[in-house]
């Protein structure tokens, strides 16, 4: 029996080679801590608890995530599919149409003017937006303790100031008979405008949509801008001025390769943001005069809840979604595009 454990233990103990050290296998390495052994232990080791954190903390999101939006999409997807009006509904009946709402919403020519009116919306707001976001977060970042502490609380107010709130303020600055914005105008001698209607015509009402907009979404570009412009280091801006660079090569040069990132990250949020504002423009005109200036949203919600087509209105608002997908789509590959280059630079 001792011959036998003896034997047992000689075979089990690990052979060393030259100097006490373990003799090389044939795969280079030591057989117990050679590279083989390594891809056999790791295969055989079980996950570890810390690669299961991040997912585990992320669950209570997710589930959150598929109870309140996941389930009203699919309820929205079903009711794109039916032709769901009053009758319908105080009746509790289910009318099938299939992809019939999705036929006359696509063959209609209002949609695809909703569409386009509301694509040249966003681009005008989302390039004001971005423009001036950008010269006030330069802005900052140049002026005195003081200063920049004043306006940023001015624009932290602005922020926080709720959506209606903010649209009922500036009902009152362009109303026509007691509004500021028309004394101003008839103070400085156009006295034209007077009594203008600000919300009478088309272009009119965007214009005013438009201010509003763009002062509600200044504080977040800028405030974000001058944020990132702390992280430049001051050595980079020290060495372009001795070079001889001036302003606009500075920002080119300096600026605008550290900030690339979040200029593009920011973009794609407001253009989410203004595809999708809903209360200024329902406040301020309900999408009038005569529907002119009715975007996606808006038109979704008039087919739906103010005609009471409610399979109609389920419908566009899908299609809503999707333009905002291919919106995202073209982000992602923009983003994925820069990483590669970044990676090829280094």
Do not use: C
């Not at 090389?24 to 996950?47: Q, V």
């Not at 306006?151 to 209606?164: C, H, R, Y």
């Not at 809840?305 to 997908?325: K, R, W, Y």
Request: hydrophobic share 50%; proline share 5%; charged share 15%.
């Amino acid at each position: 029996m001792a011959a036998q454990l003896d034997d047992a233990v000689g075979k089990a103990a690990p052979q060393t080679g030259k100097g006490d050290a373990p003799p090389a296998g044939r795969d280079g390495g030591s057989r117990p801590g050679g590279r083989g052994g390594l891809r056999a232990l790791s295969r055989r080791a079980p996950r570890s608890p810390a690669r299961r954190t991040p997912y585990l903390l992320l669950l209570p999101a997710l589930l959150a995530t598929a109870v309140l939006l996941g389930w009203p999409m699919v309820r929205n997807l079903l009711l794109s599919f039916q032709n769901l009006n009053m009758k319908e509904l105080i009746q509790h009946l289910t009318d099938w149409r299939g992809v019939g709402n999705y036929q006359e919403i696509l063959g209609s020519e209002q949609f695809w003017q909703v569409t386009l009116r509301t694509l040249v919306f966003t681009a005008v707001n989302v390039v004001l937006i971005m423009v001036l976001g950008v010269l006030i977060g330069l802005l900052l970042a140049r002026l005195g303790k003081k200063m920049r502490l004043t306006l940023s609380l001015a624009l932290v107010l602005a922020w926080a100031m709720p959506v209606i709130a903010a649209t009922t303020v500036f009902q009152w600055l362009f109303d026509s008979r007691y509004g500021v914005v028309n004394w101003l105008l008839d103070t400085a001698g156009w006295h034209a405008m007077a009594h203008y209607d600000w919300v009478g015509t088309q272009l009119s009402a965007f214009s005013v949509i438009t201010v509003l907009i763009v002062w509600q979404s200044l504080p977040f570009v800028a405030l974000n801008l001058y944020a990132a412009t702390t992280t430049i280091p001051r050595e980079l801006y020290e060495a372009a001025r001795m070079d001889g660079a001036g302003t606009w090569k500075v920002f080119t040069s300096v600026t605008f390769p550290f900030l690339k990132p979040f200029f593009l990250a920011t973009t794609f949020l407001e253009i989410i943001w203004v595809f999708k504002a809903f209360p200024q423009i329902f406040a301020i005109n309900q999408g009038g005069p005569d529907r002119l200036t009715e975007t996606l949203p808006i038109y979704a919600f008039t087919e739906g809840v103010g005609n009471l087509h409610f399979g109609m209105g389920a419908a566009i608002s899908l299609l809503t979604i999707v333009v905002l997908l291919a919106m995202t789509a073209y982000y992602l590959r923009l983003t994925l595009r820069q990483e590669r280059q970044e990676e090829n630079e280094l």
